[in-house]
């Protein structure tokens, strides 16, 4: 071969090269998608072809799964479950995302969920009809053009029929009122932030209630310590007590008397499990409440101290042996 059709060859080899380069990965069933190729073939419309692969991609440990986010690929699955009407599996995908992105701190992704479970929820045959607004006409949350219209509606409707239940609860003079508000709540703010990409208007709604509600959750653990206080100081209360001993010298049984502490009595023992249990449960209810109403977390750490101080102190008044004679 001559130098000149040596070079040509090469030349022909290297163009060659270039365009197997240029040509994008294809998909086969030895290799997995990006979350990049899964979302391209999504908003392509291959929900069938994305789901079987997404369902590959969710079954991976390890390693294998560290490149994915679990929650997006879960959401992807979703919307392939919703475009194929499969309602159930897609309210059960995003129940998932809602869990695990709440865990993780995702917001966005815990507002997606939530706002297209909502709407999911408030739309039969797969259509939502605006209650209120100038149109009345049914929109269809399949479009996906159209579902941002859908959701700002549902929103506007679901913010009428809040109001009354949001004043009782701001009115009310109990927790209980405001925690069911609460769990009312979640659909409504998340709507709000998948329409506006925030929170602003709901935040300044909620904010006396979230001050209200911590106020309330301070006093309840007042009340509970308080509680614990008046058991204590009456299991501490000294008592005579008889107690028989025998005589060494006469061999006799001889009633002889001693100080103890009285001890718990009736149901103290059962209203401190109640109270310890009660306690416990705050972080977690305060945790809860604070995202529900979108409140900043330092506003219930004083209620949480205190029900933290009072568990701790009801398992000492409990866990205490009041029988040991008093010196």
Do not use: W
């Not at 086969?28 to 929900?47: H, I, R």
């Not at 006409?137 to 959701?151: C, G, Q, W, Y």
């Not at 205190?306 to 701790?312: I, L, P, V, W």
């Amino acid at each position: 071969m001559t130098k000149s059709l040596a070079v040509f060859a090469a030349c022909i080899l290297l163009a060659a090269a270039h365009a197997i380069a240029d040509v994008p990965q294809r998909i086969t069933s030895d290799t997995l998608p990006t979350t990049q190729q899964l979302q391209e073939m999504v908003d392509a419309g291959k929900y069938k072809e994305a789901l079987r692969a997404i369902f590959r991609v969710l079954e991976l440990k390890g390693d294998a799964a560290a490149p994915y986010d679990r929650t997006e690929i879960l959401l992807l699955r979703a919307e392939c479950q919703l475009q194929n009407k499969d309602r159930s599996g897609a309210l059960d995908s995003l129940a998932l995302v809602r869990k695990e992105s709440q865990e993780a701190d995702k917001r966005p992704l815990f507002a997606k969920a939530v706002a297209l479970e909502t709407l999911i929820s408030h739309a039969p045959a797969f259509t939502y009809t605006p209650k209120t607004g100038e149109s009345r006409e049914p929109i269809s949350i399949l479009d996906r053009i159209k579902r941002p219209r859908a959701m700002l509606s549902l929103y506007n409707d679901e913010m009428v029929i809040m109001q009354p239940k949001f004043k009782a609860a701001k009115a009310a003079k109990s927790l209980p009122p405001i925690v069911e508000f609460a769990k009312t709540v979640a659909g409504i703010r998340s709507l709000e932030f998948a329409v506006n990409g925030n929170n602003d208007d709901t935040k300044e709604m909620f904010g006396e209630l979230s001050t209200h509600a911590a106020d309330l959750m301070s006093a309840e653990a007042d009340t509970m310590a308080a509680q614990v206080g008046g058991i204590e100081s009456h299991a501490k209360q000294l008592v005579n007590e008889d107690y028989s001993v025998m005589d060494p010298v006469t061999k006799k049984p001889v009633t002889q008397h001693r100080l103890r502490q009285r001890g718990l009595i009736n149901d103290d023992a059962s209203v401190l499990k109640g109270i310890i249990d009660t306690c416990n449960k705050y972080a977690q209810a305060a945790k809860e409440l604070g995202v529900a109403l979108g409140a900043e977390p330092k506003l219930f750490q004083p209620a949480v101290k205190k029900a933290d101080d009072t568990s701790a102190k009801a398992t000492i008044v409990l866990n205490t042996d009041y029988t040991i004679p008093v010196k």
